[in-house]
């Protein structure tokens, strides 16, 4: 059986690399993860069947969906970043994908801490000193500023390995769950989001249990029996296949991003990352 690496031929990467040539959140701070994809402005209907209305229309085209979230992007040099382009063109193979909005592969990311969001305006998703009703555009800002005061004790890079069970993948996305690599990185992360709480001010009720992950699309129609059938045995194929060639998953220093739909992420902050046991100081007010 070929590697990923070796699956992806000339045409096919060159084909890649056209399509992600506007990547450059590895660079600085300029542009986008991803290039921009048509967009709806529409409303999700009141009784959809569409379990991701509210980011996707059921023609797969992305709603307006708009705040800002902590990321470790994927290095489009990188074997997982190849693996799941990979993967991202088997699923386009398949009946199911007309019901699957697929995310462009220069998105690709792990989310570290997820931030607040325009639609979600309540207690322990929202910023608790933030008042509900502030435009989401202050609200980025304000926690950009706090993530550039602050300082985060952290040993780079974040080692993470792929969940091989296929049971545990979410249903309504199409989803890589990843796993701490060891226990000491799972504290180590746990410690990282923990921090991240304390200085955006947000402890969402899945805090202590989040599970991280890799988003590939949302389903946006209900999948027939043998589509749902198809589509676990796509899975499992992909989880065997990458779980036997990618041994870890190493990601470097996280990243404040804003996002005004699921397409793209605007990188805005860097995490100012400092060596394990730095006394930091836990406050989000500007020094005078």
């Known amino acids: 059986m070929k590697s990923y690496a070796k699956s992806l031929s000339r ?14 959140v590895l660079n600085g701070l300029t542009g986008a993860i991803a290039e921009p994809l048509s967009q709806t402005g529409n409303t999700p209907p009141p009784h959809s069947s569409n379990p991701n209305a509210n980011k996707f229309a059921e023609d797969r085209t992305a ?25 991202h063109h088997e699923l386009t193979g398949h009946p199911f994908a007309q019901r699957l909005a697929l995310l462009p ?21 929202w910023p608790s000193d933030i008042p509900f009703d502030t435009p989401i555009s202050e609200c980025n800002q304000t926690l950009k500023e706090r993530i550039g005061r602050a300082r985060f004790p952290l040993s780079l890079p974040l080692r993470f390995r792929i969940d091989a069970d296929p049971q545990s993948q979410p249903k309504d996305v199409s989803s890589i769950r990843l796993l701490p690599f060891d226990e000491a990185e799972n504290r180590k992360v746990r410690d990282l989001r923990n921090r991240l709480s304390e200085v955006m001010k947000i402890h969402a009720p899945d805090h202590d ?14 999948r027939t029996p043998e589509e749902l059938a198809d589509y676990d045995r796509v899975l499992a194929a992909a989880l065997n296949k990458l779980t036997s060639e990618i041994h870890s998953i190493d990601l470097q220093a996280p990243v404040f991003c804003t996002f005004e739909n699921m397409l793209s992420y605007s990188p805005r902050e860097w995490l100012k990352i400092v060596p394990p046991g730095s006394v930091v100081e836990y406050t989000t007010s500007p020094r005078s």
């Open 105 to 125: 592969p220069s998105s690709y990311h792990s989310t570290i801490f997820s931030g607040a969001n325009d639609a979600d305006r309540k207690p322990d998703v």
């Open 209 to 222: 249990s989040y599970r991280f992950h890799i988003s590939l699309g949302y389903w946006v129609q209900p």
């Open 63 to 87: 709603r307006p969906f708009a705040g800002n979230t902590v990321i470790c992007p994927l290095p489009k040099d990188s074997l997982i970043f190849q693996a799941l382009t990979h993967v």
């Open 11 to 24: 045409r096919h990467m060159l084909k890649l690399s056209a399509g992600i040539g506007a990547y450059s």
